[in-house]
């Protein structure tokens, strides 16, 4: 186990006060704070070497593409991509998420055709699929779930046709904490012939993420909710496939070679990286990838799981409490409602007392139809929280349950 206590003076910002009050930070599955090694590193590529990447011959030109490229590789020994040339950068794991819903609709669905999904998708893995919907007339087919919060694998069975050509679905729910059983659903999807994209938003920060050993076929994340900067992300394809889809976004970078009767395209990942990419950000999120690195994902993982574990025995204390999402499988987030105080109303009066967590639908309006409510509130959990800031939450929502 790391040392907590110099961890946390690795992130400044935790020091810092809201309202006079210590600031107690429990929304990181929004976003979390990032160490001064990602901003340092940052601050000297820009300083030292900022140069625009891949077309320069110049000096500095190529010490941008180093870093951009050595990234890549970073990125790939991450997750244990196979090669680099299956690694895209992205904005993050949305735009990940409509690359795949674009591309993978223009060359291999028709109109009947079936996308599945499931109940508890973030509207990022929801909107995209509608959207082509609405051009092509595709179908999308949802996963449901238990009460527990739980995928029903009977279900998601019944729901392959031989019109289904592609599963995407979440790795961990930013709402419920539900690690849902991606092996099983890759395999049963793999024997029907069917591909396979997994949202590792909310999974990779928290524990070892090994794409061959998932053999899922695309995987996205985001930097910004690794310890690294906001606008960059990363799409996983198995070369396969990275191969056969077209392109998603013209312009420089992508192209062979471009005449006005006809273009040719890079191979992946180039071919998906039209544009200047963020070439500092994808320095930035080598750092934060090798930081959590040598703290080690694992320790990262029983941190995170004594702090729910923790939390969720503490609030058992608490008059009215429910807490929404109840898997034996779950990760690092606590959702929750308070009898029938509302969850802005506790999100803000927990503000007051410097205790940072979200309130609302999370980006899943259709699990918080399922759920039968409007909202909830969330605390997620980061490796640098503490339980001692987990008694901070518990004493703040006794208070503001006083209240009312
Ligand atoms: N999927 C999940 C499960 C998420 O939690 C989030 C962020 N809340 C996203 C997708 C979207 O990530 P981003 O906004 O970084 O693109």
Redesign the pocket.
Known sequence: MYDINQVRADFPILSRQVYDKPLVYLDN??TTQKPLCVLDAMRAEYLNVNSNVHRGVHWMSQQATELHEAARETVRKFINAKSTTEIVFT?????G?NLVASSFCDEFMQEGDEVIVSTME?H??IVPWQLQARKKGIVLKVIPMTDKGELIMDEFEKLITPKTKLVSV?H???VLGTVNPVEDIIRIAHEHDIPVMV?G??STPHFKVDVQALDCDFFVF?G??IYGPTGI?VLYGKEEWLDKLPPYQGGGEMIDHVSFENTTFERPPLKFEAGTPDYVASHGLAVALDYVSALGMDAIYAHEQELTRYCTERFQEIEGMHIFGQSDHKDAVVSFLVGDIHHMDMGTLLDRLGIAVRTGH??AQPLMDRLGILGTVRASFGLYNTKEEVDILVEGIKRVSKMF
Do not use: I, P, Y
């Open positions: 599955g929004a904005r993050g794991t949305t735009e998420l973030h990022s893995n979440m961990v729910s930013n949202d938003a909310q985001s910004h909710k992300g999370h980006c």
